[in-house]
């Protein structure tokens, strides 16, 4: 019953997980009692965290397929003009909503995760990195890696835009090259 006084009496220093009713691990600190359970915090305490992985998984999808089509397409020695035209442009046009959509969603963790970092006084959001300093270091990594792959599908674009770009005329605007 001590210990309940005491937590009440600190009630400007706790630390109440409202969303999942229990204390944090800076409160359970303070002394061992039967009242604390700790918690491991995973990527779907961040909303942010848990649209990057729906994000990235279909952007993967996404690369997988587009992996086939290139692996058919050498294996038959395939060429995409005339006909395929059409292929051509909706692989640039959905190559370019990958890269950006990967980007913008690597982008709100990036954000999600600096509020993790710093914490927000002024909307009493605590600082999460000095409780789970392994699970940011994790996040800091996945982020890094989602921006080198950002960079790197912006780099497939550009191959898919000199691939579309050269079916096409040097010398007249939007005119297919004649084949020949």
């Not at 649209?51 to 060429?79: D, F, I, R």
């Not at 770009?165 to 005119?175: A, D, E, G, I, V």
Request: proline content about 2%.
């Amino acid at each position: 019953m001590d210990i309940v006084n005491r937590l009440i009496s600190q009630k400007k220093n706790e630390a109440w997980d409202g969303e999942n009713g229990r204390f944090s691990k800076a409160l359970c600190s303070l002394s061992p009692s039967p009242y604390c359970i700790y918690r491991k915090a995973t990527f779907r305490d961040f909303k942010a965290l848990l649209v990057l992985v729906y994000v990235v998984s279909v952007a993967a999808g996404y690369n997988l397929l587009q992996l086939g089509k290139c692996s058919k397409s050498a294996w038959y020695k395939e060429n995409l003009k005339g006909s395929n035209l059409y292929v051509a442009w909706l692989c640039f046009l959905l190559d370019q909503v990958a890269v950006y959509v990967t980007f913008g969603a690597n982008s709100a963790a990036l954000e999600a995760s600096v509020l993790a970092i710093k914490g927000a006084q002024d909307f009493q959001w605590m600082k999460l990195c000095n409780k789970y300093t392994r699970f940011c270091f994790q996040i800091g990594g996945a982020l890094a890696c989602g921006y080198v792959a950002c960079i790197l599908m912006a780099w497939i674009s550009l191959i898919s835009a000199f691939n579309l770009f050269t079916l096409y005329s040097p010398k007249q605007f939007l005119l297919l090259k004649t084949r020949g």
